[in-house]
C-alpha cells in the first residue's frame, strides 16, 4: 500500500488518480487547500495533520505502506515571504515529524514533491539538476531544506528517495473528473480561463520589459497528468531497488511568454481577453525552462500533453 500525503490537492489527485491504476492507496490530508471530493473512489483517507505523529502512527500501525509520495506543502510565494513561520512549520518541520516515523516504522522509500523555486533565479536558459541552487524566497528555501535533509537520512538511516523539481504544473484530467481549484488562485492558466468564463474582470500582466521574444516572463508548463506518470515510474524504481537518491527535473523542455500563453487560451476558448500590463513583481525571473533529459534517460519519461493540450483539458474542467 502506498501512502499519499496530500492526495487531496491539486497534483496528489491527479497522482491518486492513476495510482490506483496499479496500487492500493491510503491518503492523508487535513483538507485546508485540497478538495475530498477530487480522491478517486477506492482510496482510503484519513483526514488529519501531517505533522501529528499519533495520527502518523496510526496510519502506519493500520496499514502495510511500502512507499510515501509526500505532496503536502503550503506553496505560496508570497505568503512565505509574508508568514515565513508557516512555511517553516509544515513544509520543513511537519516533514521531518513524517521522515522520523518512517524511520520508526522501517519504511525506507520516498517520492518528495518539490519545486523550480529551489533554483532561485538562474543564469542559465535550460536549468538541469546540476544548475546551482539558491532559493530566494522562504517557499524555495523550505523545499531545498528537506532535499538536503533527504540525503543526510539516505547516509545515515538508508532512506531510499526521488525529489521531482516541478516547474509549472497546469491543466485537468482528461476526463474532465477533477482540474485545478486553488483559493486563492494564483496559476496564470485558471486565473485566463476564469476572466474568460467572466469570473474576473480581467487579466494583468507583469512586467513588459523582460529581455524575451516579446518582453513578457517565460515559463515550463507541464500537464498534471504528465507529473503523475513521472511519479509513478519513480516509484516503481524505488520499489525494484533501482534507485537509492535522485533528483529530476519535471518540465516539457519549452517555455512559453505570458503573452503566448494567454494567446493560446483566447484561440482554444474562441474569446477574447481584457488585458491589463502592470509592473514586474520582485524576484519574478525573466525565463524558467528545464531539461528533463536525466528522467528521460533514467525512466523513457517524457511529456505527453503540450500547451494547447493543456488549456484545452483545463477549458474542458473550468467550463463545468
Request: aromatic share 10%; with cysteine; charged share 25%.
Amino acid at each position: 500500500m502506498i501512502l499519499v500525503v496530500g492526495g487531496a490537492g491539486y497534483i496528489g489527485s491527479h497522482l491518486v488518480k492513476e495510482l490506483v491504476l496499479t496500487e492500493e492507496v491510503v491518503v492523508l490530508d487535513n483538507g485546508s487547500t485540497g478538495h475530498f471530493s477530487s480522491i478517486a473512489d477506492g482510496v482510503s483517507i484519513v483526514q488529519g495533520d501531517l505533522g501529528n505523529p499519533e495520527v502518523l502512527k496510526s496510519i502506519f500501525t493500520k496499514y502495510p505502506i511500502k512507499a510515501v509520495m509526500h505532496f503536502a506543502a503550503n506553496s505560496l510565494i508570497g505568503e512565505s515571504v509574508e508568514n515565513p513561520l508557516k512555511y517553516y512549520k509544515n513544509n520543513v518541520a511537519a516533514t521531518l515529524a513524517l521522515l522520523e516515523t518512517m524511520m520508526e516504522f522501517n519504511i525506507k522509500n520516498f517520492i518528495f514533491s518539490s519545486t523550480a523555486a529551489t533554483y532561485g533565479i538562474p543564469t542559465v536558459d535550460l536549468i538541469t539538476e546540476e544548475t546551482p541552487t539558491y532559493p530566494i524566497n522562504p517557499y524555495g528555501k523550505s523545499k531545498l531544506m528537506i532535499e538536503d535533509i533527504l540525503e543526510d537520512f539516505y547516509d545515515a538511516y538508508g532512506l531510499n528517495y526521488v525529489v521531482l523539481r516541478y516547474f509549472n504544473a497546469a491543466g485537468a484530467h482528461i476526463s474532465g473528473e477533477i482540474g485545478e481549484r486553488h483559493d486563492p488562485e494564483t496559476h496564470l492558466i485558471p486565473i485566463i480561463l476564469e476572466h474568460l468564463l467572466g469570473e474576473r474582470e480581467k487579466i494583468s500582466i507583469f512586467g513588459t520589459d523582460y529581455e524575451t521574444s516579446d518582453g513578457t516572463c517565460i515559463r515550463d508548463y507541464i500537464h498534471v497528468t504528465d507529473l503523475a506518470k513521472a511519479h509513478i515510474l519513480a516509484l516503481e524504481a524505488l520499489l525494484e531497488g533501482k534507485v537509492g537518491k535522485e533528483i529530476y527535473n519535471l518540465g516539457n523542455g519549452r517555455g512559453y511568454s505570458v503573452k503566448e500563453v494567454v494567446d493560446m487560451c483566447q484561440k482554444v476558448t474562441g474569446r477574447k481577453a481584457i488585458i491589463e500590463y502592470a509592473k514586474r513583481r520582485p524576484g519574478d525571473p525573466a525565463k524558467l525552462v528545464a531539461s528533463s533529459q536525466r528522467i528521460y534517460e533514467d525512466f523513457g519519461w517524457r511529456p505527453k500533453y503540450r500547451l494547447e493540450e493543456i488549456i484545452e483539458t483545463a477549458w474542458k474542467w473550468h467550463s463545468q
